[in-house]
Nanobody, 125 residues
Framework: DVQLQASGGGLVQAGGSLRLSCAAS????????IGWFRQAPGKEREGALC????????YYADPVKGRFTISRDNAKNTVYLQMNSLKPEDTAVYYC??????????????????WGQGTQVTVSS
């Protein structure tokens, strides 16, 4: 069975840092792009914040460029999201997801089974 387990969320003050982890199993991790998404209360899930592709390339959405860093450890089937300089507007549930390519890494095209369960990040002002 495909599983993605997100962890590492918590409560942090503005300007602080957190590192999220996404441990995956049940598919060939090396062949998949892994992305991070977030969903704030009362809002729809946004497009991918960061993506680590199977060829090592990365993508960052403008709101997190320069503050967030995505990395992957293929030996551990794990992707990390280092979040620095956190802002109150970063408060959301963060989800990881897997897709065969960056093009398919969207909330509407990632199949249900390829989403992690979410981890809450709360940034206080």
């Amino acid at each position: 069975d495909v599983q993605l387990q997100a962890s590492g969320g918590g409560l942090v003050q503005a300007g602080g840092s957190l590192r999220l982890s996404c441990a995956a199993s049940g598919f060939t991790f090396d062949d998949y792009a892994i992305g991070w998404f977030r969903q704030a209360p009362g809002k729809e899930r946004e497009g991918a914040l960061c993506i680590s592709s199977s060829d090592g390339s990365t993508y960052y959405a403008d709101p997190v460029k320069g503050r967030f860093t995505i990395s992957r450890d293929n030996a551990k089937n794990t992707v990390y999201l280092q979040m620095n300089s956190l802002k109150p507007e970063d408060t959301a549930v963060y989800y990881c997801a897997a897709a065969p390519s960056i093009i398919l890494m969207t909330p509407k095209t990632v199949p249900h089974d390829y989403w992690g369960q979410g981890t809450q990040v709360t940034v206080s002002s």
